[in-house]
């Protein structure tokens, strides 16, 4: 079937737009930087849909078990940054990880995760169209970075630096 014919049929199809990003105030050391970062996301990547864990373990006749569900996994959420060369979204997930952990200088690869609350923040995330308004969006619930991505410094002089942070959430909320 033509695109064309699809469009008529079922409306229009989404297409791609720019991100905004809502990140929370204090781990940045300027309101500057908080801006710049908030439009400098140009990927997301939301976790399925439905991701349920199942187990084989409801018995219906001797030695035959069926699948029952037996909890919700919580996906990843990954986000990709383009990267200023003062580094700013870079140092920003280095301050949230300084929220979450003491690294103990002494021992190498060992770390005391500090409380919850300390870490734990929403995260917004708004497809903008081409005239920078909120089409639609997500809310990531007590959220915090799980991986900052490796940074590749060999690049050629047309390619931007790019960075990839993953983030973990209790749930998401479509905005």
């Given at each position: 079937?033509?695109?064309?014919?699809?469009?008529?049929?079922?409306?229009?199809?989404?297409?791609?737009?720019?991100?905004?990003?809502?990140?929370?105030?204090?781990?940045?050391?300027?309101?500057?930087?908080?801006?710049?970062?908030?439009?400098?996301?140009?990927?997301?990547?939301?976790?399925?849909?439905?991701n349920i864990?199942?187990?084989?373990?409801?018995?219906?006749?001797?030695?035959?078990?069926?699948?029952?569900?037996?909890?919700?996994?919580?996906?990843?959420?990954?986000?990709?940054?383009?990267?200023?060369?003062?580094?700013?979204?870079?140092?920003?997930?280095?301050?949230?990880?300084?929220?979450?952990?003491?690294?103990?200088?002494?021992?190498?690869?060992?770390?005391?995760?500090?409380?919850?609350?300390?870490?734990?923040?929403?995260?917004?995330?708004?497809?903008?169209?081409g005239q920078q308004?909120?089409?639609?969006?997500?809310?990531?619930?007590?959220?915090?970075?799980?991986?900052?991505?490796?940074?590749?410094?060999?690049?050629?002089?047309?390619?931007?630096?790019?960075?990839?942070?993953?983030?973990?959430?209790?749930?998401?909320?479509?905005?």
């Open positions: 079937m033509e695109l064309s014919r699809v469009v008529g049929v079922v409306g229009e199809l989404s297409r791609a737009y720019n991100y905004e990003v809502e990140l929370p105030s204090e781990f940045v050391t300027s309101v500057t930087d908080l801006e710049r970062i908030r439009i400098l996301c140009y990927e997301v990547s939301l976790p399925p849909l439905i864990e199942a187990e084989r373990d409801f018995p219906v006749a001797p030695g035959y078990y069926l699948p029952r569900p037996t909890g919700i996994q919580v996906g990843e959420v990954v986000l990709r940054f383009w990267e200023t060369e003062d580094k700013v979204v870079l140092r920003y997930f280095k301050n949230w990880r300084n929220k979450m952990i003491v690294l103990d200088s002494g021992r190498s690869n060992f770390a005391e995760f500090k409380l919850p609350k300390m870490y734990l923040r929403d995260v917004r995330v708004w497809v903008v169209d308004r909120r089409r639609w969006g997500w809310r990531f619930v007590r959220s915090f970075p799980t991986r900052v991505d490796e940074l590749r410094l060999s690049y050629t002089v047309s390619e931007v630096i790019s960075v990839g942070v993953t983030l973990v959430c209790e749930y998401i909320e479509e905005l």
